[in-house]
């Protein structure tokens, strides 16, 4: 995906009319929508398109946002090319395969194991409520699917999101560790706030466009594996440096 297929700059949006706001507990010190699209503004231009999330089919997708739980994406791709190798990157191959073989494979994402058990899990809900279609899963109203893939062993809020927004194309935001970070380091948030108040924070001050939540959740993961880090922040190459409530002293 290129960025012009989003925007050239964030600008189209900003002439668009405000999103009906949803019901919220977020605090009312967080960003306005303006703040919020100038800071996807100054990381595009810094970064370009991240063409995100690499997956060839829909299900690979589906299967990355599990794997990558608690793990970097170096090690998820192991375990995905092991999958593809074997031909196992459908559900129903993921259904047939032995507990103990799929773990074996996936080794490389850490947790191997409980990760096994995940996949086959949704697999087991795929076929039990869709009747194993990808199609007829997706065509679930957003919310009524949230909470469905929450009922499923192994999948929280963040792969649920995930899974909804780049396999499913529907209009939720993705919130992470790295968004958590970024907000409080700017003062946009205190720290309490649940994972649902910061999701429902973006989708109530943003245009409801996947492809907009999609480049600005693969913006934010880039910002903060490269500059704002847990420990050692580079605060000085930083494209959200202008955005900090006090510019950060440069060290001599």
């Known amino acids: 995906m290129s960025a012009s297929r989003i925007l050239p700059t964030a600008a189209p949006f900003r002439n ?3 999103p009906a706001r949803r019901k919220s507990h977020a605090p009312p010190s967080l960003a306005t929508r303006s703040q919020l699209l100038s800071y996807f503004d100054a990381m595009l231009a810094a970064y370009g398109s991240q063409s ?16 990558t739980q608690n793990t970097s994406w170096t090690n998820v791709e ?14 129903s191959a993921i259904e047939r395969i032995p507990l103990a073989r799929l773990a074996a494979l996936i080794r490389s994402s850490g947790y191997f194991r409980q990760k096994a058990r995940k996949l086959k899990a949704f697999v087991a809900f795929l076929r039990d409520q869709y009747r194993g279609s990808l199609n007829r899963m997706f065509s679930t109203p957003t919310l009524r699917l949230r909470e469905q893939l929450l009922s499923v062993h192994g999948i929280g809020p963040e792969t649920a999101d995930a899974i909804l927004l780049y396999a499913g194309q529907n209009p939720v935001f993705v919130v992470d560790a790295y968004t958590r970070r970024i907000l409080q380091r700017h003062n946009l948030a205190h720290g309490q706030e649940s994972y649902d108040e910061i999701r429902e924070f973006f989708e109530s001050n943003l245009p409801a466009d996947p492809a907009l939540f999609n480049e600005y959740h693969a913006l934010i993961v880039h910002t903060g594996k490269h500059f704002c880090r847990k420990r050692e922040p580079d605060c000085t190459r930083c494209p959200l440096r202008p955005f900090l409530p006090v510019p950060p002293v440069t060290p001599p």
Do not use: C, K, Y
């Open 78 to 91: 192991r375990a995905i090319a092991n999958l593809r190798h074997e031909r196992l990157l459908s559900a």
């Open 16 to 18: 668009m009319p405000a």
């Open 52 to 67: 995100w999330w690499p997956g060839r089919t829909r299900f690979e997708i589906i299967v990355g946002a599990i794997l």
